[in-house]
C-alpha cells in the first residue's frame, strides 16, 4: 500500500508540476502543510508559536518553521527546543551557503536560542520566544476556536485579535451540552486517537448551534469539526494579513481539523440531488450487481476499476430509491457516469462543501475528482456536511454556515448582523423535497435505522474504506447535524472495529443528540414532495448527459482511479424509466474578544 501511495504521490507531483508555476505550487504547499501545534500553513504556524503575523517573522523564527516541516511532532520547539534547534541550525546554514542572508544575519540568528515563554526567567539576551499553547479560558473550547478562525478567515488576524471587537455568537449552550455528551458517550472506552465530531446547524438560518471536535481540546489543539481550506487569497494590501472580502452569501472555509474525512455514501445524496437535476427519477430501475467495472477503464498503479457492494449484496434490478435507502454501491457507480463527475462536484460545492472546487477538483491540492467523487472519495469537514445538508431541510434555500449572529467594533458600529440576511436559493424546492423523501427511508428502513427518533427526520449513512471513517449526516425540518467517528490521526492502520458502519455508532450518537437537542421542539413534517417530471427520451438524454459531463468532454474523467480511453460515452445499463410519481411515504454567548478514496478492496467504500 505504501509503495502504491508513493506511485500514486509521484503521478500527481509530474501533473502538478506541469499545471503551475513552482512559486505558486510551493505557496499553496506551505499555507496548508502542518507545522505542528494544531497549525496548518506557516501563517498559522506564526500565530502558534510566536503570536504574531507571518509579516513580522524575524530569520531565526522564519528558519525554525522551516526545520520544523520534516518531522512536526518531533521537532515541535515547545516539546523538543533542542531538536528543533539543531534542525534550524541546518536550514540557516542553507540560507548563508545561498547568500539568502547576510554573515551577520546568521550570525545573529544562530545566537537567538529558543525559549519556550513560561518555563523560567526570559533571558536577557537574544532569544527566539516561543509561546505554550493559548488556554481557551471557556468551557466550549472548541466552538470558541471555530469562531476565532472563521473571524480571521473573514476579517483577518490583527481585526480580530487587536480591534476590541464585541461578538455575538449562535452557541446554545443547552444543544453544546448535549453534543459533548453524547460524543463523549460514543468515544467512552476508547483511546487516543480514536475521536468524533458533531455539529449542529439550524437550517432557516444557518447558525451553527453546537460544535464539538475531538476528545479533548487541550490535549491536541486540533478542532475535528473542521477540515482544510486551499491557501488564503493574497492580501489587497502589501504586508497586510487581511483577506480580500468574500461574498457575503458564499460558504466561508475555515480551516483547523487537518485534511478532512473521506465521507463514503454520506456523499451520495450530492449525486443523487444533480440526477433529479438532471430529470431522473427516484423511480428508475438500475441493475444493481454485486460488483461493477466501469467500461474502457484502465486501472492506474494502486487504483480499481471495479467498485463493490457489501459484503456482496445486490443482484437483482431496483429503483433509485432502494439503491439510496439501501446504499448500494453499483448503482451509484452508474449513475455518476449519467449525471458526471463535474455537475456533481458543482451541485455539492452549491451546497457548502468548500473542499470540492466546482469545476471537479480538490480545492486544497487541484487534483481532479474522479468517477469515486458519488462514493465520498473527497476530504470534507462535519461542518460543511451539516451545512450542505441543511440545504435539503430548508428545501432548497441556502444560509451560509455561521457561528455569528452580530458583530460590533469599539465604537459600537455593526459590523454584521446575521440576524437580517436573506437566504440564497440554490436548488429547487420540488429536488430538495424528493431527496429529503428518499432519505427518509435511509431512517424508516434502510441503513440508519439506528438513527430512529420516533419524528419525521432524513439521513444518510456513510463509511469510507477499511473503516478509516464512519459517518451520519440527518436532518428534521429545524436542524440539520453531522457525526463523524474516525482517527484523529486520519490514518487507518489502526481502523474502526470491524462492522462500525454509519449506521452504527455515528447514527446512535446522532440520535442521541437529536432526541435530547428536540425534546421540547414539537415534531414537524416535512413537504409532500411534488413528483419529478422526467425528461423526454429519457433513455438517450441521460446517456448523453453522461458524456457531456463526465466523460467525452473529459475523456481523461476515471473510474476509481483508472483512466477511461478517449471517446467512450458511459454505458447505457440500467433499465426503462417508469413515469410513476414518487411515493410519500438562544441562548447565546459573548465570548470575549480573542487576543482516495479509491475501491481497491473487496468491501469498497460502503454504508
Same mark, same amino acid.
Given at each position: ?116 515563554? $513560561? ?5 536577557? $539576551? ?65 483511546? #487516543? ?32 469539526? @473542521? ?40 456523499? *451520495? ?72 463527475? *463535474? ?14 472546487? #466546482? ?46 449572529? *452580530? ?31 428518499? @432519505? ?168
Amino acid at each position: 500500500r505504501s509503495l502504491a501511495r508513493k506511485v500514486r504521490e509521484a503521478i500527481l507531483a509530474s501533473q502538478i508540476d506541469r499545471q503551475a508555476p513552482k512559486d505558486t505550487v510551493l505557496y499553496q504547499y506551505l499555507s496548508t502543510i502542518y507545522l505542528g501545534g494544531g497549525a496548518y500553513g506557516v501563517g498559522a504556524a506564526s500565530q502558534t508559536y510566536f503570536r504574531k503575523p507571518i509579516t513580522q517573522l524575524t530569520v531565526a523564527e522564519a528558519a525554525l518553521l522551516a526545520g520544523v516541516i520534516r518531522a512536526p511532532s518531533y521537532y515541535d520547539p515547545r516539546l523538543n527546543p533542542d531538536g528543533a534547534e539543531g534542525r534550524r541550525e541546518l536550514v540557516l546554514q542553507q540560507m548563508l551557503a545561498q547568500n539568502r542572508i547576510t554573515p551577520d544575519q546568521f550570525n545573529q540568528a544562530m545566537a537567538a536560542r529558543i525559549f519556550v515563554v $513560561g518555563s523560567g526567567p526570559v533571558p536577557k $539576551g537574544a532569544a527566539t520566544l516561543v509561546y505554550p499553547p493559548e488556554q481557551q479560558q471557556t468551557q466550549y473550547p472548541y466552538f470558541v476556536d471555530y469562531v476565532s478562525k472563521y473571524l480571521v478567515a473573514k476579517y483577518g488576524h490583527d481585526r480580530v485579535y487587536r480591534g476590541g471587537l464585541r461578538i455575538q455568537t449562535s452557541l446554545d449552550p443547552n444543544l453544546q451540552s448535549q453534543a459533548e455528551a453524547s460524543v463523549a458517550d460514543a468515544l467512552r472506552g476508547t483511546k #487516543p486517537p480514536r475521536a468524533m465530531a458533531l455539529v449542529a446547524v439550524e437550517p432557516q438560518t444557518g447558525f451553527v448551534k453546537a460544535l464539538v471536535g475531538g476528545r479533548d481540546f487541550g490535549a491536541s489543539q486540533v478542532n475535528l469539526a @473542521l477540515g482544510a481550506c486551499p491557501p488564503p487569497p493574497k492580501p489587497e494590501q502589501p504586508g497586510s494579513d487581511v483577506p480580500p472580502p468574500p461574498p457575503p452569501d458564499q460558504p466561508i472555509c475555515v480551516p483547523g481539523g487537518g485534511g478532512g474525512r473521506q465521507p463514503g455514501s454520506s456523499f *451520495k445524496p450530492f449525486t443523487l440531488a444533480k440526477a433529479f437535476e438532471e430529470g431522473i427519477t427516484p423511480d428508475r430501475v438500475y441493475a444493481a450487481p454485486t460488483a461493477y467495472t466501469y467500461p474502457h477503464c484502465v486501472p492506474t498503479p494502486g487504483s480499481s476499476c471495479t467498485v463493490h457492494n457489501v459484503e456482496g449484496e445486490g443482484g437483482a434490478p431496483m429503483t433509485l430509491r432502494s439503491a439510496t435507502v439501501h446504499s448500494v454501491n453499483t448503482v451509484f457507480a452508474q449513475l455518476i457516469g449519467n449525471v458526471g463527475v *463535474k455537475p456533481t462536484a458543482e451541485l455539492a460545492h452549491r451546497l457548502g462543501i468548500t473542499r470540492v472546487n #466546482p469545476d471537479g477538483t480538490d480545492a486544497v491540492n487541484g487534483r481532479p475528482y474522479q468517477s469515486s467523487i458519488t462514493l465520498g472519495s473527497p476530504d470534507v469537514a462535519p461542518l460543511d456536511m451539516a451545512a450542505a445538508f441543511s440545504v435539503f431541510a430548508a428545501r432548497g434555500l441556502q444560509n451560509v454556515a455561521t457561528p455569528i449572529v *452580530k458583530i460590533e467594533d469599539s465604537t459600537g458600529t455593526v459590523l454584521e448582523d446575521n440576524t437580517k440576511r436573506d437566504p440564497k436559493r440554490v436548488m429547487a424546492e420540488v429536488i430538495a423535497d424528493n431527496v429529503t423523501d428518499v @432519505l427518509r427511508g435511509v431512517i424508516t428502513g434502510g441503513t440508519g435505522t439506528a438513527a430512529n427518533i420516533n419524528r419525521p427526520a432524513a439521513g444518510k449513512t456513510g463509511t469510507s474504506e477499511n473503516f478509516g471513517n464512519a459517518w451520519f449526516v440527518g436532518y428534521t425540518p429545524t436542524l440539520s447535524t453531522a457525526v463523524w467517528m474516525g482517527n484523529s490521526d486520519g490514518e487507518v492502520s489502526d481502523p474502526l472495529p470491524y462492522g462500525t458502519y454509519g449506521g452504527t455508532t455515528p447514527a446512535r450518537t446522532w440520535a442521541s443528540f437529536m432526541s435530547a437537542a428536540l425534546k421540547d421542539v414539537p415534531p414537524t413534517d416535512f413537504n409532500q414532495p411534488a413528483p419529478l417530471k422526467p425528461v423526454a427520451d429519457a433513455l438517450d438524454r441521460a446517456a448523453r448527459a453522461g458524456i457531456d459531463a463526465g466523460y467525452r468532454r473529459y475523456p481523461n474523467q476515471t473510474g476509481t482511479g483508472g483512466q477511461f480511453e478517449e471517446g467512450f460515452p458511459p454505458p447505457r445499463i440500467f433499465a426503462p424509466v417508469t413515469t410513476e410519481a414518487p411515493t410519500t411515504t438562544t441562548t447565546t454567548l459573548v465570548p470575549p474578544p480573542a487576543e482516495t478514496t479509491t475501491t481497491t478492496t473487496k468491501r469498497g467504500v460502503f454504508g
